[in-house]
């Protein structure tokens, strides 16, 4: 079964420009995550979509945005882009539904590279 | 905000050692996960953890669940070069009928003893 791919791996920017980066899931998963990775703040959680719709968020501005489409596959947004946004933005897939009702286990992509100029 | 105190921040190994990290917080959580990144690459999981007490084991690793819910430890045994890299813990967060999201230590670095 094919992992989590994301596109593109790697991406140059500058300051005020948007951004739109692609997260496709692992077959069969309709739950998808966002994460941001730098090397001050770690891993930090933006948000979660499934069936299309947003429903869990991070604390970020509102220049980071996300959609789902019906084929479970994702965008994020990021819009005026600014320095600090430079980061690995790793994609997480998971199944539906948790065991016991708690999180699943969520499986990352490959990341996409941001660096902002 | 709700935090993970994973220790040690970096470590060095030698071949055939066994290597131990941990993860600790002050709320209790249901999910505690264990995760290796390794440069240019996103994490991958290790082991996932359900049930307080709960010890479970992949190869040479060994992960256990506190009874407490509060902490978690991983264990690597007969340690070998690809073992370099990232290890991270997190713990799942239930928000409403979401599978929420995780929070991730810091992440504990293992390098090999020069």
């Known amino acids: 079964k094919a992992g989590v791919t994301q596109t593109p791996r790697y991406l140059i920017k500058t300051r005020g420009q948007q951004v739109t980066l692609s997260c496709s899931p692992i077959s069969g998963h309709r739950s998808v995550s966002w994460y941001q990775q730098t090397p001050g703040q770690g891993l930090q959680f933006l948000f979660e979509?499934?069936?299309?719709?947003?429903?869990n968020k991070g604390n970020f501005p509102g220049r980071f945005s996300g959609r789902q489409f019906s084929n479970s596959r994702s965008e994020m947004n990021v819009s005026t882009l600014e320095l600090g946004d430079s980061a690995l933005y790793l994609c997480?897939?998971?199944?539906?539904?948790?065991?016991?009702?708690?999180?699943?286990?969520?499986?990352f992509g490959p990341g996409t590279r941001l660096t902002v100029l | 905000g709700q935090q993970l105190n994973q220790s040690p921040q970096s470590m060095f190994i030698q071949e055939g050692e066994d290597v131990s990290m941990n993860c600790t917080s002050s709320s209790i959580f249901n999910t505690w996960l264990w995760y290796k990144q390794d440069p240019g690459e996103g994490p991958v999981l290790l082991i996932a953890?359900?049930?307080?007490?709960e010890l479970t084991s992949n190869g040479r690793l060994t992960a256990q669940f506190g009874i407490t819910r509060k902490d978690s430890f991983l264990n690597i045994s007969a340690s070998i070069p690809s073992d370099v890299g990232i290890y991270f813990c997190?713990?799942?967060?239930?928000?409403?009928?979401?599978?929420?999201?995780?929070?991730f230590g810091k992440g504990t670095k293992l390098s090999v003893k020069p």
């Open positions: 953890l359900y049930k307080a007490g």
């Open positions: 997190a713990v799942g967060i239930p928000h409403g009928g979401s599978q929420g999201n995780l929070i």
């Open positions: 979509y499934f069936s299309e719709t947003q429903r």
């Open positions: 997480a897939s998971s199944l539906p539904q948790g065991r016991l009702g708690v999180s699943n286990e969520q499986f």
